[in-house]
């Protein structure tokens, strides 16, 4: 069945760095979605990419998909502690509506 | 967004007996429903797709006798954790789509976790 990897597994930085998530699938995607967990909370969503090679920025958030659409990446600049989180990617998995979580990717940020 | 909302967000329960865990979708109507188990430091896995007025669809490995759905109406699904066990402890989260957004944007309750004693 399809599979979305994450890594890394875990990131500690220290507040002020960047950190950088990437996604890979193991089919083509038509669209990719990202969530954020915080922790004891549930998955909020975040944006959902569609196009081959799409950029989108949500102020020091960028995502990314990749041309072949079996990859995407989230990038956030300047982390900040409010940042902390685990962060899943997840692509529509064949059946109607349903969608196939990545393994995600838990972020510490160091104050 | 659109709203879901679950009930309760935390149960304890004895080996043994059943929980229903309801979800709700608050501002918009659902006519699918998703619920996912999430074990601790893992991913959301998907157990089943809530189908309003038909049967649910199980994923391979989940026994739909231990866990009934039941979609009654547009806005509530109910997920039954019957005969529960202490390894059926999992964080419970159901979502839904909202139709009107034409996306695949998933909605998601705040979970219900589930301690089994």
């Known amino acids: 069945g399809q599979q979305v990897m994450q890594i890394p597994q875990y990131q500690h930085v220290q507040e002020g760095e960047d950190f950088t998530t990437y996604c890979n699938s193991s089919?083509?995607?038509?669209?990719i979605q990202w969530y954020k967990q915080r922790p004891g909370g549930h998955p909020v969503f975040l944006i959902q990419?569609?196009?081959?090679?799409e950029v989108k920025k949500q102020k020091r958030l960028t995502f990314q998909f990749g041309e072949a659409k079996k990859n995407s990446s989230l990038h956030i600049t300047a982390t900040q502690t409010t940042d902390v989180g685990t962060y899943f990617c997840a692509g529509p998995s064949g059946g109607y509506q349903k969608v196939t979580f990545g393994t995600g990717t838990k972020l510490q940020v160091i104050p | 967004g659109a709203v879901v909302s679950q009930h309760p967000s935390r149960v304890i329960c004895k080996s043994g007996t059943s929980v229903k865990i309801e979800c709700r979708s608050l501002d918009f109507q659902a006519t699918t429903m998703f619920w996912y188990r999430q074990f601790p430091k893992q991913s959301l896995m998907l157990m089943a797709t809530?189908?309003?007025?038909?049967?649910?669809?199980?994923e391979q490995g989940v026994e739909k006798d231990k866990f009934l759905i039941n979609h009654a109406s547009l806005t509530l699904s109910t997920l039954t954790v019957t005969s529960a066990h202490p390894e059926d402890s999992s964080f419970y989260i159901c979502?839904?789509?909202?139709?009107?957004?034409?996306?695949?944007?998933?909605?998601f309750g705040p979970g219900t976790r589930l301690t089994v004693l």
């Open positions: 089919t083509t995607l038509s669209n």
């Open positions: 809530s189908n309003e007025g038909s049967k649910a669809t199980y």
């Open positions: 990419l569609v196009k081959s090679g």
């Open positions: 979502s839904a789509r909202d139709p009107d957004t034409r996306t695949d944007t998933q909605y």
